[in-house]
């Protein structure tokens, strides 16, 4: 799956602020502004924000789960996992 390539706004397009705050909720990706033909600023949705975050939570994650194997921690099978957290949470 190809993501999109971040859309560009120059920074004299700025102006009408409705207009880029509609852009931005309506863009399913980041809106790159720019100044002078260089990138400055990214602009984008709270929702498209809280996506990329998560995923970024999540390969952090997933490496430092990598990391703790590779440094010869031994892996925890889902059923152990789920077991250790009930005991903890009691749920």
Same mark, same amino acid.
Request: hydrophobic letters at 40%; proline letters at 7%; charged letters at 25%.
């Given at each position: 799956?190809? %993501?999109?390539?971040? $859309?560009?706004?120059?920074?004299?397009?700025? &102006?009408? =602020?409705?207009?880029?705050? &509609?852009?931005? /909720?309506?863009?399913?990706?980041?809106? !790159? @502004? =720019? &100044?002078?033909?260089?990138?400055?600023?990214?602009?984008?949705?709270?929702?498209?924000?809280?996506?990329?975050?998560? /995923?970024? %939570?999540?390969?952090?994650?997933?490496?430092?789960? @990598?990391?703790? !194997?590779?440094?010869?921690?031994?892996? !925890?099978?889902?059923?152990?996992?789920?077991?250790?957290? $009930?005991?903890?949470?009691? &749920?």
């Amino acid at each position: 799956m190809t %993501q999109p390539l971040p $859309r560009i706004l120059p920074v004299n397009e700025l &102006k009408n =602020t409705a207009n880029i705050m &509609k852009t931005c /909720k309506e863009s399913p990706v980041p809106i !790159v @502004i =720019t &100044k002078n033909g260089y990138g400055e600023a990214v602009m984008m949705s709270v929702k498209l924000y809280e996506e990329m975050f998560a /995923k970024m %939570q999540a390969a952090a994650l997933i490496n430092a789960g @990598i990391d703790d !194997v590779e440094n010869g921690e031994k892996p !925890v099978s889902g059923n152990e996992f789920f077991d250790a957290m $009930r005991a903890k949470y009691g &749920k």
